[in-house]
């Protein structure tokens, strides 16, 4: 094996995250919740949020700390935004088999 096939190859010292799929998931992941956050008046309460990509490559989205009033009010969008859909569900008649058999 010459030099040159040497600096061919793809190896850890010339990896980037702008080469990985993994890191545009993360990335536009990351954008959504801040959009959605942004809506919701929240976008200060997360100061640090970030994308990440893990030591294997994998995409993880940074929530940070946040305040236990924070998390009640991300708490409660939740449940306002899961009620609303299954409003919405129940009003269209396009149950899920999950939701008929949790009623039982």
Do not use: C
């Not at 956050?37 to 997360?46: C, P, Q, T, V």
């Not at 490559?57 to 306002?80: D, I, K, N």
């Not at 299954?86 to 058999?101: K, N, W």
């Amino acid at each position: 094996m010459g030099r040159d096939d040497a600096t061919d190859r793809h190896d850890a010292a010339t990896w980037s995250p702008l080469d990985s799929d993994g890191w545009y998931a993360v990335r536009n992941a990351t954008t959504a919740l801040r959009d959605a956050l942004i809506r919701a008046g929240l976008e200060k309460d997360f100061p640090y949020l970030r994308a990440e990509l893990n030591a294997f490559g994998h995409g993880l989205v940074e929530l940070g700390r946040v305040s236990p009033a924070t998390a009640e009010r991300l708490a409660e969008l939740l449940r306002l935004a899961l009620a609303s859909g299954l409003q919405r569900l129940a009003e269209s008649g396009d149950e899920t088999t999950e939701s008929r058999e949790e009623r039982g």
